[in-house]
Antibody
Framework: QVQLVESGGGVVQPGGSLRLSCAAS????????MHWVRQAPGKGLEWVAF????????YYADSVKGRFTISRDNAKNTVYLEMNSLRAEDTAVYYC???????????????WGQGTLVPVSS | QSALTQPASVSGSPGQSITISCTGT?????????VSWYQQHPGKAPKLMIY???NRPSGISNRFSGSKSGNTASLTISGLQAEDEADYYC??????????FGGGTKLTVL
């Protein structure tokens, strides 16, 4: 079955950096685009970034563009989110999520990880 | 990119039907048939309920249905059950090649 396991979360100071990882299994990772979506404590969902199956196209929310970088290693079945210049408002649970294969667009997510918490605080 | 507009809360009694709206613009909801709906129970990851406006993934009850008119998409849940109580989020692809979520709607089953 599909499994997505995030890691790398933890407390970071404002202005600091962190790299999140998401290990995927149970599907042909190299055939699917991947998303990062976040959720601030007690708040709604916010899309962060998407990377195409081959890594050639990447898309970002305006709120993180220029500060966050999504990447993937298909040999390791892993997607990453490099986060720089972190702000208090980046505090959230970060979910990695798999693009659904049955939609013609890349916007649909069919599987989610359990998330990793990133508190940005001094 | 502004969030899509959803009512903060809706409620209904078991067996009743409810509808959650999701209003955007011609640059997102109105411009593409890429609206999805997710259900999220407290402390859990979201779950896909409807994709591409009207489609249900395998395993999702036919009590859940989606539609769209102009810049507003809707999720209807018929025959409400206690386990339907959750937060619901819509999302849409946008003309800026991004995704935008709605603010979320808390469904209470009375």
């Amino acid at each position: 079955q599909v499994q997505l396991v995030e890691s790398g979360g933890g407390v970071v100071q404002p202005g600091g950096s962190l790299r999140l990882s998401c290990a995927a299994s149970g599907f042909t990772f190299s055939s699917y685009g991947m998303h990062w979506v976040r959720q601030a404590p007690g708040k709604g969902l916010e899309w962060v970034a998407f990377i195409r199956y081959d890594g050639r196209n990447k898309y970002y929310a305006d709120s993180v563009k220029g500060r966050f970088t999504i990447s993937r290693d298909n040999a390791k079945n892993t997607v990453y989110l490099e986060m720089n210049s972190l702000r208090a408002e980046d505090t959230a649970v970060y979910y990695c999520a798999k693009k659904a294969g049955y939609s013609s667009g890349w916007s649909v997510v069919d599987y989610w990880g359990q998330g990793t918490l990133v508190p940005v605080s001094s | 990119q502004s969030a899509l507009t959803q009512p903060a809360s809706v409620s209904g009694s078991p067996g009743q039907s409810i509808t959650i709206s999701c209003t955007g613009t011609s640059s997102d909801v109105g411009g593409y048939n890429y609206v999805s709906w997710y259900q999220q129970h407290p402390g859990k990851a979201p779950k896909l309920m409807i994709y591409d406006v009207i489609n249900r993934p395998s395993g999702i009850s036919n009590r859940f249905s989606g539609s769209k008119s102009g810049n507003t998409a809707s999720l209807t849940i018929s025959g409400l059950q206690a386990e339907d109580e959750a937060d619901y989020y819509c999302t849409s692809y946008t003309s800026s090649s991004t995704l935008v979520f709605g603010g979320g709607t808390k469904l209470t089953v009375l």
